[in-house]
């Protein structure tokens, strides 16, 4: 089966730019989405298609994705950035998380 | 506005069955933009998917879970379920259901665009 696979933790400094990535095999050929998940909360879709932001969702949010990796970029990084990010796409007939990334800003 | 709520037992024995449904308001779960889905998260964990329905009846599930799932549509009531067997403690979750978008034959390039609130489902004896 199709694996996704994510740095289990990333660290920014308030203000910077955090990179969160998502990796699999030949994963730019697919499209990449990718949810925040707040302590408590239900996940949020910030990017779909690789590269697009549903209404609502902040500029500073970016998404990449060629080869094999996937990258989403939180540019400014906010202290209300920091959450659990994943990735996900799709592989025959299902759909596959990868294992999520804490982002924390210290 | 859209919205989507689970309802369902909160607690199950060893061997029983889960049985959850998912109400749709706010849109047509007969769209044909759209497919329906379930997603879990074991306490401390990551999301799993367990499976998409389509307004058809058409339905994709996760292959390590597919022998135990079935979901139904029913477009009269608005709601879509999810019923797995022989449930074990691992099988405790919180359990999501959530909009898929595009559905139909442009599944493939979708995501879940709006979320449930979540049902927490306990496996105990």
Redesign the interface.
């Known amino acids: ?1 199709y694996e996704l696979t994510q740095p289990p933790s990333v660290s920014v400094s308030p203000g910077q730019t955090a990179n969160i990535t998502c990796s699999g095999d030949k994963l730019g050929d697919e ?1 990449v ?1 990718w ?1 925040q ?1 707040k302590p408590g909360q ?4 910030v990017i ?2 690789d590269s697009q932001r ?1 209404s609502g969702i902040p500029e500073r949010f970016t998404g990449s994705n060629s080869g094999h990796t996937a990258t989403l970029t939180i540019s400014g990084t906010q202290a209300l950035d920091e959450a ?1 990010y ?1 990735c ?1 796409t ?1 592989d025959i ?8 990334t804490k982002l924390a800003v210290l | 506005q859209l919205q989507l709520q689970e309802s369902g037992p909160g607690l199950l024995k060893p061997s029983e069955t889960l049985s959850l449904t998912c109400t749709v308001s706010g849109t047509s779960i007969s769209s044909r933009d759209y497919d329906w889905g379930w997603i879990r998260q074991a306490p401390g964990k990551g999301l799993e998917w367990i499976g998409n329905i389509y307004y058809s009846g058409r339905t994709y599930y996760n292959m390590s879970l597919k022998s135990r799932v079935t979901m139904s549509v029913d477009t009269s009531k608005s709601q879509f379920s999810l019923e797995l067997s022989s449930v074990t403690a691992a099988d405790t979750a919180v359990y999501y259901c959530a909009r898929w978008g595009p559905g139909g034959s442009d599944w493939d390039v979708g995501s879940f665009d709006y979320w449930g609130q979540g049902i927490l489902v306990t496996v105990s004896s």
Do not use: A, I
């Open positions: 089966s499209y989405s949810y998940q239900t996940p949020l879709l779909y298609r549903p659990d994943y996900q799709c007939n299902s759909v596959v998380f990868g294992g999520g």
